[in-house]
C-alpha cells in the first residue's frame, strides 16, 4: 500500500535529514508512528501524502510514485486517496461544521457534492458525536469538537490511506479513545490503511505496528 | 359543442360594449361648460361709468355683453365696488375705463392692464382739474390732495365721441373678426353724438355768453366745449339751500346776473320757488353718470339739449321780478 | 463556480463588519460623483428651466445675477429700485408685455411679492383654492407658504418689518388671504402673492386713515387752512385694509415714479425681444434688460467648473480608498496564509484558491456599486424634489 524505497529527505536548515531506505505499510494495516518532538514524525507523514517531496528515492502509495508526479496530479491524488488529520485540526474558522466536513467536495472541482455526500457527513458527525453542531462556526466549537469535525473532514471522501498527525492530542482521555475508534472503524469499515502520528504510548497497543522515527534520523551528508 | 364558443364570447363582447356605452356620458350629462362656452362668444365688458357702458352697447351690439354692475340708488362717485365685484371685473375680456381718476375705487384694485381700456388717452391734455376734494398734509411726504382730473368728460359730444372711438378700437383689437359690425356701431354712435354737438353748439350761440348756473361743479367739459359764461355752486337738487348758502348766492347773482340755473336732478319745489323770486329759473341738465329709467344715455343727453335750447325762448326780464 | 461563491461568500458573511465597510466605502466613492453630477444637473435644469422662462428681465444697474435671483427666485438682497414709469415705457413700446415685480418685504420667511395679475398667468398658476386678489390688502399664496404659515383663504398673513430696527415706519400690514395656488414646484410656491400696490401700501407709499375733515379726527388736526389740513401723528393710520376702511386709502405722489425690484418683459416675438434689449443699452439709461438664461447659463458654468474639480477630488479620494481597500485584503491575506495552506495540503488547487479571493473581491465591488446605483437612483428620482424644496425653501 504505502512503499518508501531509499528515501532522503533534508531539512532546509540544521542539516538534519531523514533516511528511509525501506518502509511499507499493507493495506488495512495500522500504524503507529512515534518519536520525541521534532524528530521528523509529521514530515514522514507530509512524505507519505506528497505535500513535501524527498531529495531522493520514490515514495509509492496505493501503487502511484507519488513524488514523481507534478503538483495537480499530486493534490488530484491525495483528495482522491488520502484523508488527513493535521496535528492543529485547520478547520476553516468561518464555516459551519458541515461545511467544513464538506470542503474536499467544494474545492476540487473533480468531486460532485451530492445528497449522498451529505447524508454520508451527517452520517459522520452522528458517528463522532457532532451532529447536534452541525450549524455550528468551527471558531465556536471546544477542542475535542475541532478535532472530531477534522475527522469527519478526514473521512468524508472515503480515502484508501487515512493519515493523522496527532488525532488525540488535545484530547481528554474517554474522547482519545473515541477518535481512535471512529479511526479504526472506518478503517477497518473499507479497509483503509491507517497511520497516525502519535506521542502518547498509552494508545500504541491498539496499534498492529509501531515505527519510531528516530531509526530514520541521519547526518546530513555534506556535499 | 364547442361551436358555442364564438358565438357565447360574440354575446359576452356585446354585452360588455352596452354596458360601455351606457356608461358614456350623454348629452344631459356634459360638463356645464361646454353650452356656455357658445354664450361665452360674446365679448364681456366691464364699464367703470354708465356712458362707457353705453358706447360699447351701441358700438358692440349683441355681439358684446357689457356691463356696469353699480346696484341701484348709489353715486357712481362714491361708489367702490367689493372684492366679489373687482372679481367680476378680472374676469372681464375688457374694462373700460373712464380715465383721469374717475372710479377712484380703481386705485385699489387688481385688474390686468391688458384688458384696461382708458377711453380718455386721446385727450389727456384736454382734461380739466377738478376743483373738489381736501388737501391734508401729514408725515414727511408733505401737503397732498385727494383729487385728480375732472369726471364727466361725456357731456361733451366730442369727447364722447373720441371715448367712444377708443371703445371701437378695443374691440376691434380683441375680436377682429367682427370689426365691421364695430364699426358701423360706431359709426351709427357717432352720428347721433354729433348731432347732439350741433344742438349744443346752436343754443350756445344763440346763448351768446348770457351768464348762467350750474348747481354743481360737474359740467366743466361742456362749459368749456360750448363756451359758456357760467359758474358752479356745491347745491344737492334734494336738498333746500341753507341761508348762508343763499346769502353767498345773492352775492354771486350779483356780480354774474344769471338768469338759469342747471341742476342734475329736479330740485325741491321750494329751492325752485326761491329761484323764481329771484329771477333764476330752474332747469334740469341730467350727467348722465349712471344708469336711469328715464332713458338712455343718447335719450338723456337729447332731453338736456331740448332744455338747453329752451333757454333762449324762456329768458325773462332779469329785473322782472325785483 | 457556485462552491467557489459560497465559499467567498461566507468568508465576507461572517466578517461582515469589514465587508460592510468595505461596501459602504466603495459604494460611497463610487456614488458620490454620479450623484453629484445627477443633482447638479437636475438642479441646473431646474434653474434653467426657471431662467428660460422668462425672457426677459429689466432692473436697476447692478449685478445681473442678484437682479435675476430677487426676481426669479425670490432670493439675495433687494436691488436698487427701478421707477413704475418703466412698466409704461415697455407698455408703450409695444414691444413687450410688462409684469411688474415688489420683492422687498417678507411675512416670516416668506417673500411677499407685488405683482400684477398678469404674472399668474404668465407662471401658469393655477389657484388650489379661493380666488386671485382683487383689492389692496389681498393676498394669494403660494403651496408651501399656505403651509409653512398655516393659513387658507380667509385667514390673514402680517407682514413682517424690513428690519428689527426699522425707525422708517414701515409698519407691518395685515393682509387677507383670498387664494392658495396649487404647489408648481417652482419658487412661486413660497411666495405671499400681493397687488403691487399692496406692496408699496407696506412701503408706506400709500396709506389709509381717518378722514382729517370727519369730527373724530379733530384731536389730531394741527392747522387747517383752508382745504390745507395738517395733522399730527396721532391721526389713526390703518394695519389692516378693510371692505370699511379701503375707501380711505390712497396713493401719495406720481404714481409713475413708486418703486419696483424689476420688471419681467415678455417679448411679443423674438424682433419685438432685440428691439427692447436694444433701447437699453444707451450709456445714459440707469436700468439694465438681461436675459435670465445667459446669466443663469454663467452661473451654471461656474458650477459646472467647479464641479469637475470636485469630482476630480473625490477621484483622487476614490483612489486612495481603493488603495486603502488593496491592503485590507493584502493583509487579510496574510492572516489566511494557514488557511490557504490546508486547501492546498487537502487537494485545492491554487487556482480554486486565487478564484475564491477573487470572488470575494468581485462581490464586494459589484455590492458596492449596486448600492450606489441604488443610491443614484434614489438621488435621481427623488434628488429633484429635494433641490426643489432646497431652491424653494
Same mark, same amino acid.
Given at each position: 500500500m504505502v512503499q518508501l524505497c531509499e528515501v532522503e529527505f533534508r531539512y532546509p536548515v540544521g542539516g538534519f535529514a531523514l533516511r528511509i531506505p525501506m518502509l511499507e505499510v499493507a493495506r488495512g494495516e495500522s500504524v503507529a508512528v512515534i518519536g520525541p518532538s521534532g524528530s521528523g514524525k509529521t514530515t514522514l507523514l507530509q512524505l507519505i501524502a506528497g505535500i513535501s517531496l524527498p531529495a531522493s528515492?520514490?515514495?509509492?502509495?496505493?501503487?502511484?510514485?507519488?513524488n514523481l508526479l507534478d503538483d495537480a496530479a499530486r493534490r488530484e491524488f491525495r483528495i482522491r486517496n488520502l484523508g488527513l488529520v493535521f496535528q492543529e485540526f485547520e478547520?476553516?474558522?468561518?464555516?459551519?461544521?458541515? *461545511?467544513?466536513?464538506?470542503?474536499?467536495?467544494?474545492?476540487?472541482?473533480?468531486?460532485?457534492?451530492?445528497?449522498?455526500?451529505?447524508?454520508?457527513?451527517?452520517?459522520?458527525?452522528?458517528?463522532?458525536?457532532?451532529?447536534?453542531?452541525l450549524d455550528r462556526k468551527a471558531r465556536k466549537l471546544s477542542q475535542g469538537e475541532k478535532q472530531r469535525a477534522a475527522v469527519c473532514r478526514a473521512l468524508i471522501a472515503e480515502?484508501?490511506?487515512?493519515?493523522?498527525? @496527532?488525532?488525540?492530542g488535545n484530547?481528554?482521555?474517554?474522547?482519545?479513545?473515541?477518535?481512535?475508534?471512529?479511526?479504526?472503524?472506518?478503517?477497518?469499515?473499507?479497509?483503509?490503511?491507517?497511520? #497516525?502520528?502519535?506521542?502518547?504510548?498509552?494508545?500504541?497497543?491498539? !496499534?498492529?505496528? #509501531?515505527? *519510531?522515527?528516530?531509526?530514520?534520523?541521519?547526518?546530513?551528508?555534506?556535499? | 359543442m364547442s361551436g358555442w364558443g364564438p358565438i357565447v364570447a360574440a354575446i359576452a363582447g356585446l354585452v360588455?360594449?352596452?354596458?360601455?356605452?351606457?356608461?358614456?356620458? =350623454?348629452?344631459?350629462?356634459?360638463?356645464?361648460?361646454?353650452?356656455?362656452?357658445?354664450?361665452?362668444?360674446?365679448?364681456?365688458? !366691464?364699464? #367703470?361709468?354708465?356712458?362707457?357702458?353705453?358706447?360699447?352697447?351701441?358700438?358692440?351690439?349683441?355681439?358684446?355683453?357689457?356691463?356696469?354692475?353699480?346696484?341701484?340708488?348709489?353715486?357712481?362717485?362714491?361708489?367702490?365696488?367689493?372684492?366679489?365685484?373687482?372679481?367680476?371685473?378680472?374676469?372681464?375680456?375688457?374694462?373700460?375705463?373712464?380715465?383721469?381718476?374717475?372710479?377712484?375705487?380703481?386705485?385699489?384694485?387688481?385688474?390686468?392692464?391688458?384688458?384696461?381700456?382708458?377711453?380718455?388717452? =386721446?385727450?389727456?391734455?384736454?382734461?380739466?382739474?377738478?376743483?373738489?376734494?381736501?388737501?391734508?398734509?401729514?408725515?414727511? @411726504?408733505?401737503?397732498?390732495?385727494?383729487?385728480?382730473?375732472?369726471?364727466?368728460?361725456?357731456?361733451?359730444?366730442?369727447?364722447?365721441?373720441?371715448?367712444?372711438?377708443?371703445?371701437?378700437?378695443?374691440?376691434?383689437t380683441v375680436r377682429p373678426s367682427a370689426a365691421v359690425h364695430f364699426e358701423s356701431g360706431f359709426a351709427a354712435l357717432e352720428r347721433d353724438l354729433r348731432g347732439l354737438e350741433r344742438r349744443f353748439a346752436v343754443a350756445a350761440q344763440e346763448l351768446g355768453g348770457a351768464p348762467l348756473f350750474f348747481s354743481h361743479p360737474v359740467y366743466p367739459y361742456f362749459i368749456r366745449a360750448y363756451d359758456l359764461n357760467a359758474r358752479s355752486l356745491h347745491w344737492e337738487p334734494q336738498e333746500v339751500p341753507t341761508e348762508a348758502m343763499w346769502a353767498e348766492f345773492r352775492d354771486a347773482l350779483a356780480e354774474h346776473p344769471a338768469r338759469w340755473m342747471l341742476w342734475e336732478a329736479a330740485p325741491e319745489s321750494a329751492s325752485k320757488a326761491l329761484l323764481e323770486r329771484l329771477g333764476v329759473r330752474s332747469h334740469v341738465f341730467d350727467p348722465c353718470a349712471r344708469p336711469s329709467e328715464s332713458g338712455d344715455y343718447l335719450d338723456r343727453m337729447r332731453r338736456n339739449a331740448e332744455e338747453f335750447e329752451s333757454l333762449e325762448v324762456n329768458r325773462p326780464p332779469p329785473s322782472s321780478v325785483e | 463556480m457556485t462552491d467557489v461563491l459560497f465559499l467567498a461568500w461566507r468568508y465576507l458573511a461572517h466578517y461582515r463588519v469589514k465587508t460592510v465597510i468595505l461596501v459602504a466605502s466603495i459604494a460611497l466613492i463610487v456614488f458620490l460623483p454620479v450623484g453629484l453630477n445627477v443633482l447638479v444637473g437636475q438642479s441646473a435644469e431646474q434653474l434653467t428651466a426657471r431662467a428660460e422662462a422668462t425672457p426677459l428681465l429689466v432692473g436697476a444697474m447692478g449685478s445681473p445675477l442678484e437682479l435675476v435671483l430677487s426676481s426669479l427666485y425670490f432670493e439675495s438682497d433687494v436691488p436698487d429700485a427701478i421707477a413704475w414709469a418703466e412698466v409704461e415705457a415697455i407698455e408703450d413700446s409695444g414691444l413687450a408685455q410688462p409684469i411688474p415685480l415688489d420683492a422687498r418685504f417678507r411675512a416670516r420667511t416668506h417673500?411677499?411679492? =407685488?405683482?400684477?395679475?398678469?404674472?399668474?398667468? !404668465?407662471?401658469?398658476?393655477?389657484?388650489?383654492?379661493?380666488?386671485?386678489?382683487?383689492?389692496?390688502?389681498?393676498?394669494?399664496?403660494?403651496?408651501?407658504?399656505?403651509?409653512?404659515?398655516?393659513?387658507?383663504?380667509? *385667514?390673514?398673513?402680517l407682514s413682517s418689518p424690513e428690519s428689527l430696527f426699522d425707525l422708517a415706519g414701515v409698519y407691518p400690514l395685515r393682509m387677507r388671504v383670498v387664494g392658495v395656488f396649487a404647489a408648481s414646484h417652482t419658487p412661486d410656491d413660497q411666495v405671499v402673492f400681493v397687488d403691487v400696490k399692496t406692496s408699496w401700501i407696506i412701503q408706506g407709499l400709500g396709506h389709509g386713515h381717518q378722514d382729517l375733515a370727519a369730527a373724530g379726527a379733530a384731536a389730531a388736526v394741527?392747522?387747517?387752512?383752508?382745504?390745507?389740513?395738517?395733522?399730527?401723528?396721532?391721526?389713526?393710520?390703518?394695519?389692516?385694509?378693510?371692505?370699511?376702511?379701503? *375707501?380711505?386709502?390712497?396713493?401719495?405722489?406720481?404714481?409713475?415714479?413708486?418703486?419696483?425690484?424689476?420688471?419681467?418683459?415678455?417679448?411679443?416675438?423674438?424682433?419685438?425681444?432685440?428691439?427692447?434689449?436694444?433701447?437699453?443699452?444707451?450709456? @445714459?439709461?440707469?436700468?439694465?434688460? #438681461?436675459?435670465?438664461?445667459?446669466v443663469m447659463t454663467e452661473l451654471l458654468d461656474t458650477i459646472f467648473t467647479v464641479r469637475a474639480y470636485v469630482v476630480a477630488a473625490i477621484g483622487f479620494a476614490g483612489a486612495g480608498t481603493l488603495a486603502t481597500a488593496a491592503l485590507v485584503f493584502l493583509l487579510s491575506l496574510r492572516l489566511r496564509e494557514r488557511e490557504i495552506e490546508t486547501i492546498v495540503k487537502i487537494g485545492g488547487s491554487p487556482a480554486r484558491v486565487a478564484a475564491i479571493l477573487v470572488s470575494e473581491i468581485v462581490v464586494v465591488l459589484v455590492l458596492g456599486a449596486a448600492f450606489a446605483g441604488v443610491l443614484a437612483v434614489l438621488a435621481s428620482r427623488y434628488g429633484s424634489e429635494a433641490i426643489r424644496m432646497w431652491i424653494t425653501s
Amino acid at each position: 500500500m504505502v512503499q518508501l524505497c531509499e528515501v532522503e529527505f533534508r531539512y532546509p536548515v540544521g542539516g538534519f535529514a531523514l533516511r528511509i531506505p525501506m518502509l511499507e505499510v499493507a493495506r488495512g494495516e495500522s500504524v503507529a508512528v512515534i518519536g520525541p518532538s521534532g524528530s521528523g514524525k509529521t514530515t514522514l507523514l507530509q512524505l507519505i501524502a506528497g505535500i513535501s517531496l524527498p531529495a531522493s528515492g520514490t515514495v509509492t502509495t496505493n501503487g502511484t510514485p507519488v513524488n514523481l508526479l507534478d503538483d495537480a496530479a499530486r493534490r488530484e491524488f491525495r483528495i482522491r486517496n488520502l484523508g488527513l488529520v493535521f496535528q492543529e485540526f485547520e478547520l476553516l474558522e468561518y464555516l459551519s461544521v458541515l *461545511d467544513n466536513v464538506l470542503l474536499p467536495y467544494r474545492i476540487h472541482p473533480g468531486l460532485t457534492l451530492d445528497s449522498d455526500v451529505r447524508s454520508r457527513a451527517l452520517a459522520l458527525a452522528e458517528c463522532v458525536g457532532v451532529s447536534n453542531k452541525l450549524d455550528r462556526k468551527a471558531r465556536k466549537l471546544s477542542q475535542g469538537e475541532k478535532q472530531r469535525a477534522a475527522v469527519c473532514r478526514a473521512l468524508i471522501a472515503e480515502p484508501k490511506l487515512l493519515l493523522a498527525d @496527532e488525532p488525540t492530542g488535545n484530547l481528554d482521555p474517554d474522547n482519545k479513545q473515541r477518535v481512535l475508534d471512529i479511526l479504526f472503524e472506518q478503517a477497518s469499515d473499507s479497509h483503509s490503511t491507517l497511520i #497516525v502520528v502519535t506521542h502518547d504510548r498509552d494508545l500504541l497497543d491498539r !496499534f498492529a505496528r #509501531v515505527i *519510531d522515527v528516530k531509526e530514520f534520523h541521519a547526518e546530513r551528508v555534506k556535499s | 359543442m364547442s361551436g358555442w364558443g364564438p358565438i357565447v364570447a360574440a354575446i359576452a363582447g356585446l354585452v360588455g360594449l352596452a354596458f360601455a356605452l351606457a356608461c358614456e356620458p =350623454g348629452e344631459a350629462e356634459r360638463p356645464p361648460g361646454t353650452e356656455a362656452s357658445a354664450r361665452d362668444e360674446r365679448l364681456r365688458v !366691464f364699464a #367703470v361709468a354708465y356712458p362707457l357702458q353705453y358706447f360699447a352697447e351701441r358700438i358692440g351690439g349683441d355681439a358684446v355683453d357689457v356691463r356696469f354692475p353699480i346696484p341701484t340708488g348709489i353715486d357712481p362717485a362714491e361708489w367702490s365696488p367689493s372684492a366679489e365685484v373687482v372679481a367680476e371685473y378680472q374676469a372681464a375680456d375688457l374694462v373700460l375705463l373712464n380715465g383721469g381718476g374717475y372710479a377712484q375705487w380703481l386705485e385699489r384694485a387688481s385688474l390686468s392692464r391688458r384688458r384696461l381700456v382708458d377711453t380718455s388717452v =386721446g385727450f389727456r391734455k384736454r382734461q380739466l382739474r377738478d376743483s373738489g376734494g381736501v388737501q391734508h398734509a401729514h408725515g414727511p @411726504e408733505g401737503e397732498h390732495a385727494h383729487a385728480g382730473v375732472a369726471p364727466m368728460t361725456w357731456l361733451d359730444p366730442e369727447l364722447a365721441i373720441a371715448q367712444a372711438r377708443a371703445v371701437a378700437d378695443a374691440l376691434i383689437t380683441v375680436r377682429p373678426s367682427a370689426a365691421v359690425h364695430f364699426e358701423s356701431g360706431f359709426a351709427a354712435l357717432e352720428r347721433d353724438l354729433r348731432g347732439l354737438e350741433r344742438r349744443f353748439a346752436v343754443a350756445a350761440q344763440e346763448l351768446g355768453g348770457a351768464p348762467l348756473f350750474f348747481s354743481h361743479p360737474v359740467y366743466p367739459y361742456f362749459i368749456r366745449a360750448y363756451d359758456l359764461n357760467a359758474r358752479s355752486l356745491h347745491w344737492e337738487p334734494q336738498e333746500v339751500p341753507t341761508e348762508a348758502m343763499w346769502a353767498e348766492f345773492r352775492d354771486a347773482l350779483a356780480e354774474h346776473p344769471a338768469r338759469w340755473m342747471l341742476w342734475e336732478a329736479a330740485p325741491e319745489s321750494a329751492s325752485k320757488a326761491l329761484l323764481e323770486r329771484l329771477g333764476v329759473r330752474s332747469h334740469v341738465f341730467d350727467p348722465c353718470a349712471r344708469p336711469s329709467e328715464s332713458g338712455d344715455y343718447l335719450d338723456r343727453m337729447r332731453r338736456n339739449a331740448e332744455e338747453f335750447e329752451s333757454l333762449e325762448v324762456n329768458r325773462p326780464p332779469p329785473s322782472s321780478v325785483e | 463556480m457556485t462552491d467557489v461563491l459560497f465559499l467567498a461568500w461566507r468568508y465576507l458573511a461572517h466578517y461582515r463588519v469589514k465587508t460592510v465597510i468595505l461596501v459602504a466605502s466603495i459604494a460611497l466613492i463610487v456614488f458620490l460623483p454620479v450623484g453629484l453630477n445627477v443633482l447638479v444637473g437636475q438642479s441646473a435644469e431646474q434653474l434653467t428651466a426657471r431662467a428660460e422662462a422668462t425672457p426677459l428681465l429689466v432692473g436697476a444697474m447692478g449685478s445681473p445675477l442678484e437682479l435675476v435671483l430677487s426676481s426669479l427666485y425670490f432670493e439675495s438682497d433687494v436691488p436698487d429700485a427701478i421707477a413704475w414709469a418703466e412698466v409704461e415705457a415697455i407698455e408703450d413700446s409695444g414691444l413687450a408685455q410688462p409684469i411688474p415685480l415688489d420683492a422687498r418685504f417678507r411675512a416670516r420667511t416668506h417673500p411677499i411679492v =407685488g405683482t400684477s395679475l398678469e404674472y399668474f398667468d !404668465f407662471r401658469g398658476l393655477r389657484l388650489a383654492e379661493g380666488r386671485r386678489m382683487a383689492v389692496v390688502g389681498e393676498c394669494v399664496l403660494g403651496a408651501r407658504a399656505a403651509a409653512d404659515l398655516a393659513v387658507g383663504a380667509g *385667514d390673514t398673513v402680517l407682514s413682517s418689518p424690513e428690519s428689527l430696527f426699522d425707525l422708517a415706519g414701515v409698519y407691518p400690514l395685515r393682509m387677507r388671504v383670498v387664494g392658495v395656488f396649487a404647489a408648481s414646484h417652482t419658487p412661486d410656491d413660497q411666495v405671499v402673492f400681493v397687488d403691487v400696490k399692496t406692496s408699496w401700501i407696506i412701503q408706506g407709499l400709500g396709506h389709509g386713515h381717518q378722514d382729517l375733515a370727519a369730527a373724530g379726527a379733530a384731536a389730531a388736526v394741527l392747522k387747517q387752512e383752508g382745504d390745507l389740513i395738517t395733522a399730527n401723528a396721532s391721526v389713526v393710520q390703518y394695519n389692516e385694509i378693510t371692505p370699511e376702511n379701503i *375707501d380711505s386709502f390712497h396713493f401719495h405722489g406720481d404714481l409713475s415714479e413708486y418703486p419696483l425690484t424689476g420688471v419681467i418683459a415678455v417679448p411679443h416675438d423674438d424682433k419685438s425681444g432685440v428691439l427692447l434689449m436694444g433701447r437699453f443699452e444707451r450709456p @445714459e439709461v440707469a436700468t439694465q434688460i #438681461v436675459r435670465p438664461a445667459t446669466v443663469m447659463t454663467e452661473l451654471l458654468d461656474t458650477i459646472f467648473t467647479v464641479r469637475a474639480y470636485v469630482v476630480a477630488a473625490i477621484g483622487f479620494a476614490g483612489a486612495g480608498t481603493l488603495a486603502t481597500a488593496a491592503l485590507v485584503f493584502l493583509l487579510s491575506l496574510r492572516l489566511r496564509e494557514r488557511e490557504i495552506e490546508t486547501i492546498v495540503k487537502i487537494g485545492g488547487s491554487p487556482a480554486r484558491v486565487a478564484a475564491i479571493l477573487v470572488s470575494e473581491i468581485v462581490v464586494v465591488l459589484v455590492l458596492g456599486a449596486a448600492f450606489a446605483g441604488v443610491l443614484a437612483v434614489l438621488a435621481s428620482r427623488y434628488g429633484s424634489e429635494a433641490i426643489r424644496m432646497w431652491i424653494t425653501s
